[in-house]
């Protein structure tokens, strides 16, 4: 099916381990996005990507790290994780910015740092 | 410091019973979407307005946007247990690279 796929959608670090959360859309969308969701804290933009090649910072991007080599294919690596980094993070795409362009999520990688 | 403040937090209510749950912000939006999210899923686009008094409706559920494009509302009318959910809204500004979430407002409906 056509959508956002992430992978893993469950996983555990140490404190110091550095992991990639891996993002892939097949719907030829130039938008790309990174959020992590908090209890009471909403939906906080981590980094995000308006074509290949092009990436910029959102609200809390340190710690994390992000490259878009293809259309397709947006990770996230986390350098040296921390117990803070504990989330559920959520990639999006959208065809582009602006209005009338809703955001496709994937189901979720849910992360816990011990 | 929070663009979108959704209300009611959390709510719970009757299967049949009617709802209305609340976006607001001081800053003009150029567009406002609204979103559900259940368990284990990412939230799934239910709609987007982009004029200032827009309605629109999708079966049960009534989106409106005020006039400024501050604010909007989501009315529920006979509420099923197929409802239950989070409801997120979401705001786009113009020259701005990404949407700005509220904090959303958790459904129960109970059968």
Redesign the interface.
Known sequence: NAGVTQTPKFQVLKTGQSMTLQCAQDMNHEYMSWYRQDPGMGLRLIHYSVGAGITDQGEVPNGYNVSRSTTEDFPLRLLSAAPSQTSVYFCASSKSTGDNYGYTFGSGTRLTVV | T?LLEQSPQFLSIQEGENLTVYCNSSSVF??L?W?RQEP??????LV?V?TGGEVKKLKRLTFQFGDARKDSSLHITAAQPGDTGLY?C?G?QTG????F????TRLTVIP
């Open positions: 929070q150029s567009s979407q979103y284990g899923e990412g939230p799934v686009l987007t982009v997120l979401a786009d701005a690279n990404n949407l979430f509220g904090t959303g």
